[in-house]
């Protein structure tokens, strides 16, 4: 609840920042103060859970080791791209303080989703981390494609907002209530409409982390967006999304033989969007969108944490979405220093600037799930909670096989800096990018030699 | 018959028949005036479901401020049959395969389900006075927080707006 209150805060002070101070480096240092607090804020709520966790501010959210682990997760890695990140956002447009302001609203509406427990807080808060994505991916006004990015997340993501709508209004009138402990759907005959209810806000979650077949939206806007942006969104909103995803389909649509309406869906879907992100993203010519592509990927294995619904599944997703978020919050900071999108962009970089293409090889590892980084413990959780669970079986044989077609495209990257001839660069290293970067790759390995430091604190 | 029944019938056949019009009619501008004749029709069930504020909103809001927005951005883009794109046929196909399916299934669920949510007994419940005090005790958090998303919301239309 600390979380919430510091951001939304925090934003309305990076709002007015804006008008009292006219250095835009100033400005980010301020913005990495400010997530620095909400990060102290969030751990300091530790000591009002009692038990399990403990419901504040009229039972609307829960407070739990769950979801301030998660703010901690959001947060942290929120901090480590303004670090990376934040010197570009001044290349984008002028309102420098306001795109601070914007992605602290974000954060203030990913705090709700590990803790909320009544529909009307979910709703909000995906519309929360909504709204300004669809401002940060037209930031660049005078960029054709960057509106045709925000034009387009806009009305996809209103139509899957109403989809969402619908879906709570049927549950609630199947239960008659918002409460998603109150609702006990699995007690006693389901009702259809709550069925229909279910299915439709499944739907509406899937098209928010981009899994197949709700995902046309995502290579164009992660295209299209500024690429400081496109960072933010594909990492920590979309692990938010998988959060919310996880939590209402673990607490809420769970009980007695709740999951077999649902559980095949989800594994179908997830099926799909395995195959079709790996596959496409063996087709990119540019750096960017493979990782759009990338991004639908590891959502499929993401959504094996949603549809495995046991304990080994929580731990997954939260490892994933730690490693998902850092690794891409790295590759985007090197990209962001690149002239050239394209993996020929690329060839010759291990010349240049050993110790970036170096990280740069971790970060992509992580990705591809190469032992003694954090992707493959994230990837082996999901995976084995899956196995854990029983019935799905084929779909970790899909997805071991769609891993191996992911190492393709990581590793044409690796390849072009090490073994092609090229001039590749990157501009303006400062000392201070690279410690950033070093503890950014550090953490990776940490993690993946270490993945209980973080597995115990749930 | 009651008398309910009846406007219930009634007001069911406007709204679906206006509906098709909004869908089936070549010219936008009475697409939007068949969309208010829907919109009245459904705010008259709001009533007949004991939601009365609920129908006065839905009529000012939408019947009044939306649609006279919808009829302004008509005649600006000055909308025709000629300019309209062209849309293929075999999107017209899914379309329509995809929405019949939705639609089946809706009525399916719909057939056989008990709404334990709907209560006739009391006639004031949709009243202001109701509604404002659900609004500022129980759900007094989601309307504070849905302050934060009207702030950002206005932040990006002023990042939109304003010219460089």
Redesign the interface.
């Known amino acids: 609840m600390n979380a919430l209150i510091t951001t939304a805060l925090l934003g309305v002070v990076l709002m007015f920042t804006g008008l009292f101070v006219k250095n835009k480096q100033q400005i980010k240092y301020i913005a990495i103060l400010g997530a620095l607090l909400a990060f102290v804020a969030n751990i300091v709520d530790l000591q009002t859970i009692s038990g399990g966790g403990s419901k504040v501010l009229f039972g609307m959210l829960e407070v739990s080791h769950f979801s301030i682990l998660f703010n901690a997760i959001a947060i942290g890695a929120t901090l480590l791209y303004f670090i990376l990140c934040g010197s570009a956002f001044e290349k984008v447009g002028e309102h420098v303080a306001d795109y601070f302001a914007l992605i602290f609203f974000i954060l203030a509406g990913i705090t709700m989703t590990g803790a909320f427990s009544n529909l009307l807080i979910l709703f909000i808060s995906i519309e929360i981390l909504s709204i300004p994505q669809y401002i940060l991916a037209g930031a660049d006004k005078q960029n054709l494609k960057s509106n045709e990015a925000s034009l387009k997340y806009f009305l996809m993501g209103s139509f899957s907002t109403g989809i969402l709508l619908m879906g709570i209004a049927l549950i609630y009138g199947a239960t008659g209530t918002f409460n998603v402990t109150e609702m006990a759907l699995g007690t006693g005959e389901l009702n259809p409409m709550a069925l229909i209810g279910i299915t439709l806000l499944g739907f509406a979650l899937s098209f928010k982390v981009s899994a197949a077949p709700f995902h046309f939206w995502t290579p164009d806007v992660y295209d299209g967006s500024p690429t400081v942006f496109t960072a933010f969104m594909a990492t920590v909103v979309k692990a938010a999304g998988f959060i919310a995803f996880l939590r209402l389909f673990h607490v809420t649509f769970n009980g007695g033989n709740m999951s077999s309406h649902w559980q095949l869906v989800l594994a179908i879907i997830t099926a799909a969007t395995l195959i079709i992100g790996n596959f496409t993203a063996v087709f990119q010519i540019s750096v960017k969108r493979m990782l759009a592509y990338s991004s639908i990927a590891q959502a499929g294995f993401m959504l094996f944490g949603v549809i495995s619904l046991n304990q080994l599944a929580v731990q997954g997703i939260m490892l994933y979405a730690i490693a998902y978020s850092v690794g891409t919050i790295g590759i985007f900071a090197i990209l962001l220093k690149m002239k050239d999108y394209t993996f020929d962009g690329f060839n010759g970089l291990a010349k240049k600037q050993p110790f970036v293409a170096c990280v740069a090889t971790i970060f992509l590892m992580s990705l591809a799930g190469i032992p003694l980084t954090a992707g493959f413990f994230a990837k082996y959780l999901v995976l084995s909670a899956a196995i854990q669970q029983g019935n799905l079986l084929w779909l970790v044989i899909i997805a071991v096989l769609c891993a191996a077609v992911s190492a393709y495209y990581y590793f044409r990257v690796i390849i072009a800096m090490y073994f092609k001839q090229g001039d590749a660069n990157v501009e303006n290293v400062t000392p201070g990018f690279k410690v950033a970067l070093f503890v950014t790759a550090a953490i990776v390995i940490i993690l993946g030699i270490f993945p209980g430091l973080l597995l115990q604190l749930i | 018959m009651d008398l309910q029944l009846i406007l219930f019938i009634l007001l069911s056949a406007v709204a679906i028949i206006s509906a098709l019009g909004v869908v089936f009619s070549k010219n936008p501008v009475s697409s939007v005036l068949c969309l208010i004749v829907t919109f009245i029709a459904i705010a008259g069930h709001y009533i007949l479901l004991n939601a009365q504020f609920l129908a006065v909103v839905h009529i000012i809001v939408y019947t009044g401020a939306i649609m006279v927005l919808f009829l302004f951005v008509i005649m600006l883009m000055n909308l025709n049959a000629d300019i309209e794109p062209q849309k293929r046929n075999w999107m017209k196909y899914a379309g329509v395969i995809s929405g019949g399916v939705m639609f089946l ?2 009525l ?3 057939r ?7 209560s006739t007994t009391s006639t004031d419940i949709g009243l202001i006075e109701n509604l404002g005090k659900t609004l500022f005790t ?5 309307f504070e ?2 302050s ?2 009207f ?3 206005m ?2 239309a ?3 707006g ?1 010219k ?1």
């Not at chain 2, 129980?138 to 989601?142: C, L, Q, R, S």
């Open positions: 299934v809706l399916a669920a719909v056989d389900a008990n709404m334990p949510a709907l129980t759900y007094v958090v989601p927080i849905s934060i998303l702030l950002s919301a932040v990006g002023v990042i939109i304003k460089d």
